[in-house]
């Protein structure tokens, strides 16, 4: 088939959106692309079908290529690692206008990388940090971090056994905060996804108690934690902080006008 018939095919079983998305990864073609050389004919389709079928499925988009996007940078992601959405980049952006040349930085339950990532190429001399415990996430993260050059020093555990040393300037995460029983009724794309990265426990607190109670005595006096949260959660993790020292504690909306990030300063 040619080109722009398997561009058609896709087309005809998914959106435009998708299809083109599809195109480009397998393909390298974009729209442009696409008029030039729609006549001729790709030497392997096998890969095309393949992420086609996938989508059909129900496979997220971004498992069906490989890839995601997050903040003008191209990540590595599949099945068994959270896919990034736009709503992290409201935490990424509170956290830059809080970073210093030299800070030292850990993110959290890092998935992909796209936190730790963005810091270390954004802040190529701050000491960042990024914890992953789950097997198919953390190769991810590392295969994200060699790709894209970024000086990110990764720890393979749990945060939930204080694996890191000495004290940090910022503390930045994206846990798992979807209550347990919620999880059943999320959108069938949303399913695909590891729930490892989205069981927040029965209430969708318990990694939120653990950042309070374990990491937070981490931080050096004046710094700064930064937390993506569930649109009804901020009360609940702004309380757990509180407990911990946490002040001027502040909350971001994202562009819904939901409550997504809670911030705040550590005063010893």
Known sequence: MKYSELYSYAKDRLTEYEAVCIMEDIFSLD???LAIHGNETPENEKDFFTAVEKRISG??????TGKAFFMGREYFVGEGVLIPRDDTEVAVCECMKSMTENARVIDLCSGSGIIAVTLAKEFPQAEIYAVELENRAFSYLEKNVKYHNADVKLIHDSIFNECAEGEFDIIISNPPYICRDVIPTLQKEVQFEPETA?????????????????????????????????EEQAESVGELLKMQGITQISVVKDIQDLDRVIFGTMEK
């Open 31 to 33: 729209r442009a692309g």
């Open 59 to 64: 496979i997220p988009l971004q498992y069906a």
């Open 198 to 230: 989205l069981d927040g426990g029965i209430d969708g607190l318990d990694f939120y108690r653990c950042i309070a109670e374990k990491w937070v005595k981490k931080l050096k006096n004046g710094g700064k934690i930064i937390l993506e949260i569930g």
